[in-house]
C-alpha cells in the first residue's frame, strides 16, 4: 500500500492553476546561536553605528573587548566607545563613552587590535583619546580590568604612549600646562598668551603601580633642553611678533630641568632669558617684573630662588 502510494505520488502531473496544493511539513535545520556580540554590533548598526577600532583579549570566561563606532551624516561624524564583556551566551557591557562632538581613537597599544597585560599584574590594561577638535584640547583616558571589573586609573593632558629607550615596553607621556591654557601677562598696551607652555612627563607601570618616572629619563629631558635652548636663541626676544611663543619655550625649559630634579637651575635660566636693562624705559622694567611675579606665584617658586 505504502509503495502504491509513493509510485502515485511520484508520477502525478502538476497541479492545475487554482488547485488546492498539499502543505508539506516545514523542517528547521538546527543552527548554532548568534555570537552575542553579532547581536550587539547589529543592534547599533540599526542606529546607523558601524565598528571603526576594534582592539579585544581573552579573559576568564570570555573576551574582553573595545569597540568604537562611528556614525556618519551631519556636519561632523558621531562617535562611540564601548567595553564588553563577551561570555558564550550573554554579553556585558562594562564602560562608554559616548563621543558625539569628540573625536575618539584606541591608544598607540591597540595598534594591532590586541589589550595588554602592561601592569604586569595579569590585569588588563586598555585606553583611549577624547579629542576636542574645536579648542585643540586631547586627553589619554587609561582603564584597568581585573576580576570582571573596570577602574578608571588616570586622564592625562595631551597623553600618549610610546616606547622612549626603544626596549618595547610602553610609557606614558604627558603635555600639561600649569599656567592655564589661556594664561596672559599684560602691561599697558602690551599683552601676550602663552599657549605653548607645556609641561612634560613620564609614566610607566612600577611595582604594578602607574607613577611619573620622569627622573629615571634623564636623557630624553636633556635632549629636549637642548633643542629648546637653540631655539631660543635664534629669537631675539626685544624684537620678535611671536613673544607668546618665546615665553612659551622658555616655561619648557625651567618645566623640563625640574622634572629632572633641577627646578632652581631651570628657574635661573628663565630668568636670564629676561635681563630688565638699566636702559630700558620705565614701563619695560614694570612690565617685565610684573610678569615674573604672576608666573612665580602661579608655580610656587620659592622666593628665595
Known amino acids: 500500500m505504502v509503495k502504491t502510494i509513493f509510485v502515485f505520488l511520484l508520477f502525478a502531473p502538476p497541479f492545475a492553476h487554482g488547485?488546492?496544493?498539499?502543505?508539506?511539513?516545514?523542517?528547521?535545520?538546527?543552527?548554532?546561536?548568534a555570537d552575542p556580540l553579532d547581536r550587539e554590533i547589529r543592534r547599533l548598526s540599526n542606529q546607523g553605528f558601524h565598528p571603526s577600532e576594534k582592539a579585544y583579549t581573552r579573559v576568564r570566561g570570555g573576551k574582553l573587548v573595545t569597540i568604537i563606532y562611528k556614525k556618519g551624516g551631519g556636519s561632523r561624524a558621531?562617535?562611540?566607545?564601548?567595553?564588553?564583556?563577551?561570555?558564550?551566551?550573554?554579553i556585558r557591557t562594562l564602560h562608554m563613552y559616548p563621543g558625539s562632538s569628540i573625536d575618539l581613537a584606541l591608544a598607540s597599544p591597540h595598534r594591532?587590535?590586541?589589550?595588554?597585560?602592561?601592569?604586569?599584574?595579569?590585569?588588563?590594561?586598555?585606553?583611549?583619546?577624547?579629542i576636542f577638535p574645536g579648542i585643540g584640547q586631547q586627553k589619554l583616558r587609561v582603564y584597568r580590568y581585573a576580576r570582571g571589573k573596570v577602574r578608571h586609573l588616570a586622564d592625562f593632558d595631551h597623553g600618549r604612549f610610546d616606547s622612549i629607550d626603544g626596549d618595547k615596553t610602553w610609557e606614558i607621556i604627558s603635555q600639561d600646562r600649569p599656567l592655564g591654557?589661556?594664561?596672559?601677562?599684560?602691561?599697558?598696551?602690551?599683552?601676550?598668551?602663552?599657549?605653548?607652555?607645556?609641561?612634560?612627563?613620564?609614566?610607566?607601570?612600577?611595582?604594578?603601580?602607574?607613577?611619573?618616572?620622569?627622573?629615571?629619563?634623564?636623557?630624553?629631558?636633556?635632549?629636549?633642553?637642548?633643542?629648546?635652548?637653540?631655539?631660543?636663541?635664534?629669537?631675539?626676544?626685544?624684537?620678535?611678533?611671536?613673544?607668546?611663543?618665546?615665553?612659551?619655550?622658555?616655561?619648557?625649559?625651567y618645566f623640563d630641568n625640574a622634572q629632572i630634579g633641577k627646578a632652581r637651575e631651570g628657574w635661573k635660566e628663565f630668568q636670564s632669558l629676561y635681563p630688565i636693562k638699566r636702559t630700558d624705559p620705565r614701563f619695560v622694567k614694570q612690565c617685565l617684573k610684573k610678569m615674573e611675579t604672576e608666573i612665580r606665584d602661579r608655580l610656587k617658586i620659592p622666593d628665595e630662588w
Open 19 to 33: 488547485a488546492r496544493s498539499i502543505r508539506l511539513p516545514s523542517v528547521q535545520v538546527p543552527t548554532n546561536k
Open 78 to 90: 558621531s562617535e562611540r566607545l564601548y567595553v564588553y564583556f563577551v561570555g558564550k551566551k550573554k
Open 112 to 130: 594591532e587590535g590586541r589589550i595588554y597585560d602592561l601592569a604586569g599584574d595579569h590585569s588588563r590594561i586598555f585606553a583611549y583619546h577624547t
Open 181 to 253: 591654557k589661556y594664561f596672559m601677562t599684560t602691561c599697558k598696551s602690551f599683552h601676550t598668551m602663552a599657549e605653548g607652555a607645556f609641561r612634560t612627563r613620564i609614566y610607566a607601570w612600577r611595582d604594578k603601580r602607574l607613577v611619573n618616572v620622569s627622573r629615571e629619563y634623564g636623557n630624553f629631558f636633556k635632549k629636549r633642553i637642548e633643542e629648546v635652548r637653540r631655539e631660543v636663541g635664534e629669537i631675539n626676544a626685544r624684537s620678535t611678533k611671536n613673544y607668546g611663543g618665546f615665553l612659551s619655550l622658555s616655561l619648557r625649559l
